[in-house]
């Protein structure tokens, strides 16, 4: 694929750089990752940035220009060979810090809200299970907010992400039927499915008698533990003790979480093909005409590497999970990510 019918365009603070950049490098994923990319310009090229200033990535194949990355300038590194500026997003202020408050009655979405305005991010799209209320969570400092928004994500069957306009999203973990597509023979590079082995099952534990977060006895110690129904420890079978689990809702819809994860790493795929600039964890993908026994999916998208280099060329690295089988496909007429390449 030639880099003449590609645009890269960089602001780092004031200034707009769209013919400067020798290469970049630009890395996604899932929380608690956090979003980088990494630009190169040559030396005699002024770069005036600073850490700390307002930065955002934009990529152009010739179809429009996408965003993909919202942020703030991360450091700047000086050398003979040019100037490397990496740009990190809201994902590096929410692992920067490390809260101390306990949050009362609150449902999930309203305790992530909480955690994401303390780092000062602003919340985007939010999916999450029905609308659990949490007697009481208690942030540990052992833990950064990044962390903790990861757990309570898991707890409602979601996954966060630092969106493109690095605004933080909760995605759903059984998100429904593919909603882009990749065609075989046409973009990809290389297609790498494998197989794993069940991993052994968990079950979270909780610690309250109480059947409602409203109910008075909601904070006392329960005599018998709180599994949802899940099956005695055993080699095969591990106890997760998490004491801010306090009601059988709360556990039941955190275990099915759990279950979800387990059976969907049973099936995962590594992938590299043409640059595809609107790809991002969390999309569901379908990979349409593949040979032989290759699974079209649905995958679960979880990390992706977008990068451009006069010598390389331009690709995308994308790995994931399976999304589930009794997803429905795309039909034959989706637009999918690439347009009119399908």
């Known amino acids: 694929m030639s880099l003449a019918a590609q645009s890269i365009s960089v602001t780092l603070g ?4 769209d013919t400067h950049v020798a290469s970049l490098s630009v890395d996604l994923g899932v929380l608690p990752a956090v979003n980088h990319a990494h630009c190169v310009f040559p030396l005699d090229v002024p770069v005036e940035a600073a850490p700390g200033d307002e930065a955002a990535l934009e990529l152009d194949i010739g179809d429009g220009a996408t965003k993909i990355l919202t942020g703030q300038v991360e450091t700047v590194t000086r050398l003979f060979s040019g100037t490397r500026v990496t740009i990190a997003d809201a994902g590096a202020k929410l692992a920067g810090l490390r809260p101390s408050a306990t949050y009362q009655s609150q ?4 305790t992530i809200t909480a955690l994401a305005n303390e780092a000062g991010v602003s919340m985007g799209r939010v999916a999450l299970a029905a609308p659990t209320q949490f007697p009481n969570y208690v942030c540990h400092q052992q833990r950064t907010i990044t962390e903790h928004i990861k757990e309570l994500a898991r707890i409602g069957n979601g996954m966060a992400v630092v969106d493109e306009d ?13 909603d882009s597509a990749l065609r075989y023979g046409r973009e990809f590079l290389e297609y790498e499915m494998r197989d794993t082995p069940v991993p052994s099952s968990r079950v979270l534990v909780g610690n309250g008698p109480a059947g409602a977060a409203a109910d008075p006895n909601v904070f006392r110690h329960s005599t018998e533990p709180l599994t949802g129904g899940g099956d005695d420890p055993s ?3 591990l106890w997760d003790p998490r004491p801010a689990l306090r009601t059988g809702d709360l556990v039941r819809q955190a275990n ?26 969390g999309a569901v993908l379908e990979i349409q005409d593949l040979p032989g026994p290759l699974s079209k ?5 979880t990390e992706v590497t977008h990068s451009i280099d006069m010598n390389a060329g331009s690709r995308t690295r994308f790995s994931g999970v399976y999304a589930g089988g009794d997803l429905a496909g795309l039909l034959s007429s989706a637009a999918g990510l690439i347009g009119g390449l399908l």
Do not use: M
């Open 14 to 17: 004031n200034l707009l750089y």
């Open 107 to 110: 449902t999930l979405r309203a």
């Open 166 to 178: 690095g605004k933080l999203s909760i995605l759903s973990r059984t998100p429904g039927p593919a």
């Open 235 to 237: 080699p095969g079978n």
């Open 256 to 281: 099915t979480e759990i279950n979800t994860r387990r059976n969907s790493r049973t099936k995962q795929l590594k992938a590299n093909c043409w640059l595809v600039p609107t790809l991002r964890p």
């Open 297 to 301: 999916g649905p995958w679960l998208i």
